[in-house]
Antibody, heavy 120, light 106 residues
Framework: EVQLVESGGGLVQPGGSLRLSCAAS????????MHWVRQAPGKGLVWVSR????????SYADSVKGRFTISRDNAKNTLYLQMNSLRAEDTAVYYC?????????????WGQGTTVTVSS | DIQMTQSPSSLSASVGDRVTITCRAS??????LNWYQQKPGKAPKLLIY???SLQSGVPSRFSGSGSGTDFTLTISSLQPEDFATYYC????????FGPGTKVDIK
């Protein structure tokens, strides 16, 4: 079964850091681009970041650029999101998602999400 | 950045109704437009990619059309399991979601 499972969410103070993980199974992880997408409580979906299949190319939403870093370990079939200098507005459910075709055609597999709460 | 708008923001419909949701991009995105369905507390589900291609396993009552800046998602005969929020997303440069359209029961 194709599956993505996120972990690492939790409560963190403003200015703090958190690292999210996304464990992939059931497919050849190293062949796919991957994304992080977030959703604040009661709000819509917001794309956060993407990484290509070998990790050599990344891109970020302006709202997280310079604070968040996406990476992957293809040997461990795991995607990461390092989040630094967290702000209250980063509070959201964070989803990892598999790219259908080199970032052209959307995201076809999603995890269940992990919740990040930034609050003092 | 490319901005996406959707209309309506919400609609009420009955089982069996034909439903149409519109998505507009602030500049041409060719056919790099995707549609998702999201139910409360669940992850989004890809319905349509490349404006009009039906994702594997998605019922044929869902269809998409458009190119350039104007796109449409159509549900030909609304089923009980279709009550959800629908998002468009451009994958041209780099990725932006629309604000969503909530479809609920009339």
């Amino acid at each position: 079964e194709v599956q993505l499972v996120e972990s690492g969410g939790g409560l963190v103070q403003p200015g703090g850091s958190l690292r999210l993980s996304c464990a992939a199974s059931g497919f050849t992880f190293s062949s796919y681009w991957m994304h992080w997408v977030r959703q604040a409580p009661g709000k819509g979906l917001v794309w956060v970041s993407r990484i290509n299949s070998d990790g050599s190319s990344t891109s970020y939403a302006d709202s997280v650029k310079g604070r968040f870093t996406i990476s992957r370990d293809n040997a461990k079939n795991t995607l990461y999101l390092q989040m630094n200098s967290l702000r209250a507005e980063d509070t959201a459910v964070y989803y990892c998602a598999r790219d259908l075709a080199a970032s052209l055609y959307g995201m076809d597999v999603w995890g269940q999400g992990t919740t990040v709460t930034v609050s003092s | 950045d490319i901005q996406m708008t959707q209309s309506p923001s919400s609609l009420s419909a009955s089982v069996g109704d034909r439903v149409t949701i519109t998505c507009r991009a602030s500049q041409s995105i060719s056919s790099y437009l995707n549609w998702y369905q999201q139910k409360p507390g669940k992850a989004p589900k890809l319905l349509i990619y490349a404006a009009s291609s039906l994702q594997s396993g998605v019922p044929s009552r869902f269809s998409g059309s458009g190119s350039g800046t104007d796109f449409t998602l159509t549900i030909s005969s609304l089923q009980p399991e279709d009550f959800a929020t629908y998002y468009c997303q451009q994958s041209y440069s780099p990725f932006t979601f629309g604000p969503g359209t909530k479809v609920d029961i009339k």
